[in-house]
């Protein structure tokens, strides 16, 4: 007994170090809240992307603890200062992310009470606050109350629960897979592809549907494909639309959709990650006007509602299709269940323990109401407005008036021919790195991607694009 006393003291001493004191908890606090004024006060005038690599080593697990200052320092030039700046209002390439500074607030919170969000019996009010975003979100794209949802890691891990539901709904089994027909717009997310083959439905057919010239599925198309497999005795039994394509930011046509997939009762999901909360957007309601129709829905609050990463959402209408492959039970869980009427989120989705990430919503919804987000999506619908003029002021040719948020242009160079040219600007452009944009191909056609939807990006970041994109131009003449 004096021996495990004794043992058990000198260990209480060594671990002490994982409770610091609260003056030291000060003095930390203080480093980390100065090192992030410094971050978001450089940022208007810092680099959007810087090209190259950490240093070998620099990352590495040691033995022996060393100084905040010193990790500190190690994250700024090895972490914070390379690649894309995805908190910079410069961001305008891929789908840009957030980073809103109250969710870092809420996340320190959440972190340090570390309520755990996966089961009621363990935190009721986690998961309620889960469920009241759900409940919010819910309202937002006129799903009924009765839907559930979950609040996931980020629209890949959403579209997994949703495309898992809709297989299990419609019985897609071992036999029907290779007879069954998924249906949807050639510039679908890859991550739906990838979730296809994660739930065992590799082998079943996928038909992409034609894009009108404003690459929206082409309704028509759609229809007579359903059709013919129909005749041909296939099982059509999924039609995907996006509201927001990741490439163009295009909105497939939602309502008729929703009519072509009611009529062969075909489960329909809509996924929403990118392009949804612009649905907030008084002027843009009208372009999604369908999507209450779906069977599930995908949305990314770490995209539209400019959260950090780490935050999706999917809403489903039925239940007991989630469930068939979420929901478990476990001897030891016994205690944990004691109301089947409650939904715990472990039983909507792959994880059981999480991260609770519905505090980094939650406080920011509810400190800052929701106008300021309204606002800020509008901004970035003028933004894209307001480049695009610049642009072709400039000479530039335009793709079509865009969706959203997300458009694309190329320069139409006569002494060379365009995709070469395009490509080399677009490096001269990554190169100088003060504001960031990607490009992808559209038939066959190389072009610059704008993609508007960090909540840094202001006018005068456009301004800043022009320059940088008006000296690339001169110097590659
Ligand atoms: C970003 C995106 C996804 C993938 O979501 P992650 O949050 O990156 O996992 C899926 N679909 C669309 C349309 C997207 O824009």
């Known amino acids: 007994m004096e021996t495990i006393k004794k043992r058990l003291k000198a260990l209480a001493k060594k671990s002490k170090a994982l409770e610091p004191s609260p003056s030291e908890r000060e003095k930390m606090l203080e480093k980390v809240r100065k090192y992030l004024d410094r971050f978001i006060q450089g940022m208007p005038e810092g680099k959007a992307y810087v090209a190259g690599k950490p240093e070998a080593g620099s990352l590495q697990i040691l033995e022996e603890g060393q100084s905040l200052s010193s990790l500190l320092k190690i994250y700024r030039d090895q972490v914070e200062r390379l690649g894309i700046n995805p908190a910079s209002g410069g961001h305008l390439g891929y789908i840009p992310g957030g980073g809103i500074w109250l969710s870092g607030l809420g996340d320190f ?42 609040l996931t890691s980020g629209g890949s891990i959403a579209n997994l629960i949703a495309l898992t539901s809709a297989r299990d709904k419609m019985g897609i089994k071992a036999d029907k897979i290779p007879v069954s027909v998924i249906y949807t717009s050639p510039q ?83 996924d929403a990650a990118y392009g949804g909360f612009f649905i907030l957007v008084d002027e843009k309601k009208d372009r999604f006007k369908g999507i209450e129709k779906a069977d599930s829905l995908v949305i990314d609050p770490h995209k539209g509602l400019f959260l950090p990463y780490g935050t999706g959402a ?28 409650l939904i715990n989120p472990a039983d909507v989705s792959p994880e059981l323990t999480k991260h609770f990430r519905g505090m980094r919503m939650w406080l920011p919804l509810q400190l800052h109401g929701i106008k300021p987000f309204k606002a800020c999506l509008e901004e970035k619908l003028w933004l894209t407005e307001y480049f695009r003029e610049r642009l072709k002021s400039e000479g ?32 001269a452009l990554h190169k100088n790195g003060d504001v960031f944009l990607s490009s992808t191909v559209l038939d066959g056609k190389f072009v610059i991607r704008m993609a508007i939807l960090a909540f840094r990006t202001k006018k005068e970041t456009i301004d800043r694009a022009m320059d940088m994109i008006l000296a690339a131009l001169q110097k590659l003449h």
């Open 109 to 150: 919170i959440a972190d340090v009470t570390n309520e755990y969000a996966g089961m009621y019996f363990g935190s009721p009010g986690a998961v309620t606050m889960e469920d009241e975003l759900l409940d919010w979100m819910k309202e937002v794209f006129g799903f009924p109350s009765s839907a559930i949802g979950n």
């Open 314 to 341: 999917v809403l489903v209408k039925d239940k007991d299709a989630v469930f068939h492959s979420h929901h478990y039970t476990a001897n030891y869980m016994q205690d944990a269940i004691q109301d089947d009427t």
């Open 188 to 270: 679908v997310h890859h991550c739906i592809q990838k979730a296809l083959r994660i739930i065992g439905l590799e082998d079943i057919l996928i038909r992409y549907i034609s894009l009108d010239e404003n690459h929206r599925m082409d309704v028509k198309d759609l229809r007579r494909h359903i059709e013919v497999d129909f005749q041909n005795g296939l099982n059509p039994f999924m039609v995907i639309a996006s509201a927001g394509t990741t490439d163009t930011g295009a909105i497939d046509p939602l309502e008729r959709i929703a009519e072509v997939a009611q009529a062969g009762n075909l489960w329909y999901h809509v």
């Open 396 to 427: 530039f040719e335009l793709g079509p008036q865009p969706d959203l948020s997300v458009s694309y242009f190329w320069y139409p160079s006569k002494s060379e021919d365009q995709n070469v040219f395009n490509d080399k600007l677009l490096r």
